[in-house]
């Protein structure tokens, strides 16, 4: 649950007003577009006059349907997914309710399980995939995917009937850096100690990124913000502690809540529902594919190889926000985050900086398991 | 063991020849590269006048120390090939022979596990890693993969000292479309019923490929076919099976030997230790490097998206060779084959061609159950 301060109001009565928001778009004839990555770039999809929603799912409830014909030993967060779109589109009953709202899924190809996964969503939902270079820093790789975003924008033109045009894109860039800059205040407030915020409710805002629209999530930031730079919160319990890896997509909020249990007090993540969506601005005096081919070619998923972006990122932060131990969390079976914990735990060491890896999935059975193994750590680090 | 037709006592011999081969190499400054993965085209590491050999490991061996750094739930043939090298180069009593061998490794950004094992192979052999598109079939992407590849001639010019000419390669792409159109001659004796050779002979031989010099190679399968040609082999006793998925590195016959143990009759083999290594030739009238960069591509991999082209070779194989029934065989954590087969039970099903998925690792724990599902396999198709 959001804690009590008057601006979380926002994020929690928001989701009603955002579903009657795209029911009307939809009676007007602007198409809605699902992703399921940050990679997907949203200011061609805004661009083109088109709205977008995020389609990860953090449920365990709609697993067992997609374990009907997806693998059982893949990740939570793809089966998640899956199965909510089979359940939207078969009626089921567990169905989750933006699936309807979507004409159009476009997916990109990141890891194994979503890029195959992606395979069989045709069977439920027009789907589309952008590539991915997965050596970036290269010319030629920037290359290839300039030239993938502007086909997916050529895709965005047929889909809406409208131009993306030059100005369009230079708009929805100018917009989007608004929303990372207003995150990066936000964020800027968790280095204070203690920070006024805690980080299950950073979360739950964060995880709303990906279904407000963009104006509607920048004011929710905003007065948040607003709020919180008035706010003198309680002496700080427990040990500051950075989360890093993967994604928690909405309704998965296990582990943070477990490390708040304990006493720990989260004050950055390094993941999809963290810095990586936000980190980095797109250049608004550039050619703006050109601008945002460079900027989104740099996130820095572990797909990517070498990412060591992502390992300088990650002690950076250790660093900027004065951590004193790092929960490495891999969704489990996904291979790329679980290996790169190696390098990530080697580039913390030199730093003497402690870290516990969390491999999980949306079931409830390891709750107590991994309680024992966090109370150790924040023992041992506090 | 291979049976006892006297030309398999060519492979079974060659392995000695091959290493006093390599080691003369190497003496006189000739490189050796090892690579993991059909991706990365021979053509280009001979015509530079470097050796190759494939690291791919089936041993079960070689994962206790693999798993001291990797993730446990990763792909057994990546743990095996990474074992492999730690242990010959810290000296383990382990040591795969043919690591010492190598002066780089030439790997792939193709499965994420794969793709993020080699990053942390610089720490025991130098590595080169090439890049690879996911969504083949766009001029964008053969582009992007035709500059990487010509990246890739630019550093084995560096690394030997030889200018990779086009000659050079013209000849090379011959050389190994006269190995392909061997083993065409090869797997076609296969279509006779029953066939002149047993499955896991073949896969012994095709392991042999990645091992031995492409001559030696070309040498062994002549003398196999010329003698097979005029064998009559006793009647058949089980079903015509065919194997999809997954390779069978050195190492690695499980899945074979159940079979047939328990009376299968193996014909075809659709994975990288079987046609997906051969089937497909380099057009010799064309660019060089353009010829190469479109073939190469046209690899159908799991790691594709999507994959149509595997979906109808399958079908198409499954008719050629009359097979009775397909064994889907998936490496343990595999996401990109396991998931790859509910399009191919798919496709088959509308053939009413019947198909076992088996995912197994190297460990022997499962053989006798997967023995019992093998056997009531092969009753049902009879």
Same mark, same amino acid.
């Given at each position: 649950?959001?804690?009590?301060?008057?601006?979380?109001?926002?994020?929690?009565?928001?989701? &009603?007003?955002?579903?009657?928001?795209?029911? &009307?778009?939809?009676?007007? *004839?602007?198409?809605?577009?699902?992703?399921?990555?940050?990679?997907?770039?949203?200011?061609?999809?805004?661009?083109?006059?088109?709205?977008?929603?995020?389609l990860c799912g953090g449920r365990?409830?709609t697993?067992?349907?997609?374990?009907? +014909?997806?693998?059982?030993?893949?990740?939570?967060l !793809?089966?998640s997914s899956?199965g909510a779109?089979?359940?939207?589109?078969? *009626?089921?009953?567990?169905?989750c309710?933006?699936?309807?709202?979507?004409?159009?899924?476009?997916?990109?190809?990141?890891?194994?399980?979503? =890029?195959?996964?992606? &395979?069989?969503?045709?069977?439920?939902?027009?789907?589309?995939?952008?590539?991915?270079?997965?050596?970036? *820093? +290269?010319?030629?790789?920037?290359?290839?995917?300039?030239?993938?975003?502007?086909?997916?924008?050529?895709?965005?033109?047929?889909?809406?009937?409208?131009?993306?045009?030059?100005?369009?894109?230079?708009?929805?860039?100018?917009?989007?850096?608004?929303?990372?800059?207003?995150?990066?205040?936000?964020?800027?407030?968790?280095?204070?100690?203690?920070?006024?915020?805690?980080?299950?409710?950073?979360?739950?805002?964060?995880?709303?990124?990906?279904?407000?629209?963009?104006?509607?999530?920048?004011?929710?930031?905003?007065?948040?913000?607003?709020?919180?730079?008035?706010?003198?919160?309680?002496?700080?319990? *427990?040990?500051? !502690?950075?989360?890093?890896?993967?994604?928690?997509a909405?309704g998965?909020?296990?582990?943070?809540?477990?490390?708040?249990?304990?006493?720990?007090?989260?004050?950055?993540?390094?993941?999809?529902?963290?810095?990586?969506?936000?980190?980095?601005?797109?250049?608004?005096? =550039?050619?703006?594919?050109?601008?945002?081919?460079?900027?989104?070619?740099?996130?820095?998923?572990?797909?990517?190889?070498?990412?060591?972006?992502?390992?300088?990122?990650?002690?950076?932060?250790?660093?900027?926000?004065?951590?004193?131990?790092?929960?490495?969390?891999?969704?489990?079976?996904?291979?790329?985050?679980?290996?790169?914990?190696?390098?990530?735990?080697?580039?913390?060491?030199?730093?003497?900086?402690?870290?516990?890896?969390?491999?999980?999935?949306?079931?409830?059975?390891? =709750?107590?398991?991994?309680?024992?193994?966090?109370?150790?750590?924040?023992?041992?680090?506090?």
């Amino acid at each position: 649950m959001l804690s009590t301060l008057p601006s979380l109001d926002f994020f929690k009565t928001s989701y &009603e007003l955002r579903v009657a928001q795209l029911n &009307e778009e939809r009676e007007k *004839g602007i198409k809605i577009v699902g992703t399921f990555c940050l990679y997907v770039p949203d200011e061609i999809i805004f661009a083109a006059g088109a709205d977008r929603i995020v389609l990860c799912g953090g449920r365990a409830d709609t697993i067992p349907v997609a374990e009907q +014909s997806l693998p059982r030993n893949i990740c939570p967060l !793809i089966k998640s997914s899956f199965g909510a779109v089979v359940n939207a589109c078969c *009626g089921g009953t567990l169905a989750c309710p933006h699936v309807p709202l979507v004409d159009v899924v476009v997916a990109e190809a990141t890891c194994d399980g979503k =890029k195959k996964m992606y &395979e069989i969503l045709p069977d439920y939902l027009p789907t589309y995939v952008l590539d991915l270079p997965q050596k970036p *820093g +290269s010319p030629e790789a920037l290359d290839y995917f300039l030239s993938e975003i502007k086909k997916f924008g050529k895709f965005m033109e047929n889909l809406t009937g409208n131009v993306v045009s030059n100005d369009a894109l230079r708009k929805e860039i100018r917009l989007a850096n608004e929303t990372k800059r207003l995150l990066h205040r936000l964020f800027g407030l968790r280095r204070r100690d203690p920070p006024p915020i805690r980080g299950s409710d950073v979360l739950r805002v964060m995880q709303k990124q990906f279904f407000l629209s963009p104006g509607q999530f920048r004011q929710g930031v905003s007065q948040l913000c607003d709020e919180l730079e008035h706010t003198t919160p309680d002496a700080r319990a *427990g040990p500051r !502690i950075m989360i890093s890896g993967c994604p928690m997509a909405a309704g998965n909020t296990k582990i943070v809540d477990i490390i708040e249990q304990k006493g720990g007090v989260i004050v950055v993540e390094e993941s999809c529902t963290g810095t990586r969506s936000f980190w980095d601005c797109v250049d608004e005096h =550039k050619d703006p594919w050109e601008a945002l081919a460079e900027r989104y070619l740099e996130i820095p998923c572990a797909c990517m190889t070498p990412n060591d972006q992502r390992i300088a990122r990650i002690v950076d932060l250790a660093k900027q926000y004065n951590v004193q131990g790092v929960v490495y969390y891999t969704l489990q079976f996904c291979h790329a985050y679980n290996i790169e914990r190696l390098r990530v735990q080697k580039a913390l060491k030199k730093e003497k900086i402690p870290l516990l890896a969390i491999e999980s999935d949306y079931g409830d059975s390891d =709750k107590e398991q991994i309680g024992i193994r966090i109370d150790a750590f924040l023992e041992m680090i506090a």
